[in-house]
């Protein structure tokens, strides 16, 4: 076992794992966050998708002693922080996908939601080509990427209003 | 559900430090840099490592620096800096825009640019879990005798499959490796052996730590065509990258033509440069040659069912993108790329 010290979702916390234990299942079995999704577990579809500096990375290719001295957002962490900023309901992005019904079984979401949160950061008003390129790396099975790309449009729009 | 074997992790802190793991541990050990090819292949079980080197704490071998005539960057750099830095995109286009295309954008995130020259080679037959590879039965590349591409084959033929080699090999890009016992510098040229199972010639513990590229000027143009199934993740069903050095009367000086995921090394296409040396830019003669060096790569490029997309309709495309990415370059409108 290995002690880590992790930031997550801006708390600072202390956990003990094996050192071949992947991000994700540190996440998954040791701290109980569910949101972020074991899904093929090889890098292939998105849905453990983390944020890792703000930047998104795939959880379950990235071994939990690598997560150390970075920040890691998951989903379980959009909500706290857009309420610490002053903001009122749910994070832009969050409350955007709830709007359209940018969800079928949902397996996808937490992931396409930190996705599109990370674009939203760095391009408050992108494109739909812009969204469709930073969402590439997130599959949805049930395919309802109509509705994820109008969420993500629309998310956009709220976090121009935010600004 | 897909768990890591159980090894020993170490984080050294320093390159000395980690040459010395490397040296003592030897096959035993992996390096891990971005880790977006060796934890899935480490899933997979294609490797018996007890030892993994993670490179995440070493400083300096990040970033760009201009060193006279070159430009130098450091082996973990990120691909997704490799594809937008300003200076990539001047000085080596195609090597900026296939960075942009290595599979999807959390990968290039993660992924390094020394983590793709040194990307592990790729078949349908080898990429599988354990329990899939054992239900068919193993091949030459791990734990088998067979091979499940070219029967009675005694040779592995897993393809290259990274995009940046084809790009870099056009660029005449010279790689630098630290071991326990010095410093190597090769021309990327010589790092390809023609074999599946290991295709580069480094050298047991050595850690590729640099990629040198010589700063061409204005006249440069270069540019990196990719046909894969979906428009993301994907690894390529063809590489195609291209490098074409006008003079000042806009004819061509030089040229170069590199390919990927055919067979187990990159191939740099001989006889480009004496196809269109010469041939004036917007010329007829010139849109001819072009035509020529589409149907000589058609001509040396043999795919395998090796990587998944059918090997005759892989063998069409050959042309199609030498011939699109060679244009794309002139143009300058690359990557080519069906989305």
Redesign the interface.
Known sequence: MRLLELEINGDRLHVAAPPHWTLLEVLRYELGLTGTKQGCDKGDCGACTVLVDGKPQLSCLMLGSAAQGHAITTIEGLLPAHRAQGGAGADPVQDAFDRCGALQCGFCQPGMMLSAKALLSENPTPTSTDIKHALSGNLCRCTGYTQILEAALLAATKTEEVL | ?????????H?PASLKEACALFAEHGAAAKI?AG??DL??NL??EIYDVDH?I?L?KLPGITGFEMQGHDLVIGALTPL?QVATNPNIQKHAPALAQAASLV?????R??GTLGGNVMLDTRCQWINQSYFWREALGFCLKKDGTVCHVVEGGKKCVAAASNDTAPALMTLGASLTFVSATGTREIPIEDLWVADGINNKSARPGEILTEIRLPLRDHTHHGAYGKLRER???DFPLLGCAVRIDLDDADCVRDAAVSLVALQARPLLIKGVDALLQGLKLGSTELDQAIEAVAQLAHKKCKPLDNIPGDKDYRRRMVPVYVRRTLRAALDGTGPVHHI
């Open positions: 559900m897909l768990r890591l074997p159980t090894f020993q992790l984080e891990l880790g977006t934890l899935p899933k997979h993994v993670s995440a997704a599979a999807g954008p959390q990968h995130q993660m428009g993301s993740i």
